[in-house]
């Protein structure tokens, strides 16, 4: 599988390639085959642009998800991340950058395998299943 990280707006993304073994793990453990998936990291007025022309949502958000394959197919998707969202959600949510950025892309891969958030019940699995991948990279065991 092909994963690209493109900087539009500047945020540190440490390890790299051992993301790119993790979120493999991710599709791998949600039983989903994977193709190519791009993250865009852009600022808030960047995806603000992107939710209002493809969306129809006036507002801002810390990520857009676009799967680009058809059902069948392995996924091919696009990840847009805002960098100033990020950065504000973490201080918000008393977290380190790091934690909220690694945070809202497993919440992209997620969507990619098809798991949504609309609901109350889904955003309680995605926010279970978020937490639980998070865990597993930074090597801390849940709860703690």
Do not use: W
Not at 83 to 92: Q, Y
Not at 119 to 136: F, Q
Request: proline share 2%; glycine share 2%.
């Amino acid at each position: 599988m092909r994963i690209s990280f493109n900087f539009l707006a500047p945020i540190a993304l440490r390890n790299r390639q051992r993301l790119k073994v993790f979120i493999d793990s991710i599709f791998e453990a949600e039983h989903i085959e994977a193709n190519m998936i791009d993250f865009i990291f852009c600022s808030d007025s960047y995806l603000l642009e992107i939710n209002r022309s493809f969306l129809q949502h006036d507002y801002f958000t810390d990520i857009i998800t676009f799967s680009m394959a058809d059902i069948k197919s392995p996924v091919v998707g696009e990840i847009y991340i805002s960098a100033d969202t990020i950065r504000t959600n973490a201080s918000r949510f008393n977290t380190t950058i790091e934690r909220e950025l690694h945070r809202v892309m497993f919440h992209g891969i997620l969507h990619l395998c098809g798991h949504k958030d609309k609901t109350k019940k889904e955003r309680s699995i995605m926010t279970a299943k978020e937490e639980h991948y998070l865990s597993l990279y930074f090597n801390v065991p849940r709860g703690a």
